[in-house]
């Protein structure tokens, strides 16, 4: 089962604080990382994406760091605004004819 | 240029009727996946479709569930005799190509009472 791992479940950062949400990945076939953005209510919304050649993505205040040897990326948010407050989801494309797998969600809540 | 649009955006079935949600893809969008959340839960692939093909459908029950995505209109996912365990918001993606990144509708919520 290809599976992408994700954590922490949920996340409680002040304003202005850089949370940190940490996926790791088995299958070294991946080869596309996106992240994905839920407020409730809503469908998930692409974020930023990443892809194994490289190292880091930046996009505004939105950082992918991946780690290929360790079959690992993350999402660093910096000076986290209440607005961002949302369940952000990992993910991972296999190669192939398979769409991509999801990780469980992070509930991030940034606090005033 | 309309995003992924999908009707009922809510949709309250009794134990044993048929649902049926529709996804109309973004304009030029080819490729289309139905995903499954259940509350606190991620998404889960269901099913994936391209026009009037099924490519994969590793992720669909076995019993009850089927989806189509015909030469013209929407990409339906039917359900047919709903239980309770069925309750949870189905969202539909579409892509323009196999590799390009899906992107979401709004999604379905279906109760089952």
């Known amino acids: 089962q290809q599976q992408v791992k994700q954590s922490p479940q949920s996340l409680i950062v002040q304003k202005g604080g850089i949370p940190i949400i940490n996926c790791a990945y088995e299958n070294t076939a991946f080869d596309y990382f996106p992240w994905y953005q839920q407020f409730p209510g809503k469908g998930p919304a692409l974020l930023i994406a990443?892809?194994?050649?490289?190292s880091e993505k930046k996009e505004g205040r939105f950082t992918i760091s991946f780690n290929k040897s360790a079959k690992q990326f993350s999402l660093h948010i910096m000076d986290s605004q209440p607005g961002d407050s949302a369940t952000y989801f990992c993910?991972?494309?296999?190669?192939?004819?398979?769409?991509?797998?999801f990780g469980k969600g992070t509930r991030l809540s940034v606090i005033a | 240029n309309a995003g992924v649009m999908q009707n009922p955006r809510h949709l309250v079935r009794r134990r044993g009727q048929e649902a049926r949600l529709r996804c109309s893809p973004m304009?030029?969008?080819?490729?289309v996946y139905w995903y499954r959340q259940l509350p606190e839960e991620g998404l889960k692939f269901m099913v994936y479709l391209q026009k009037e093909n099924i490519i994969d459908e590793s992720g669909m029950p076995k019993e009850r569930f089927s989806a189509e995505f015909p030469k013209e209109g929407p990409s339906i996912l039917r359900i047919q005799q709903v239980v309770r365990g069925d309750s949870a918001a189905y969202f539909c993606a579409s892509s323009p190509e196999y590799r390009g990144p899906p992107h979401f509708g709004a999604g379905t919520r279906l109760s089952v009472l």
């Open positions: 993910a991972a494309r296999p190669s192939g004819n398979t769409p991509l797998v």
């Open positions: 304009k030029g969008h080819s490729h």
């Open positions: 990443i892809r194994p050649d490289v």
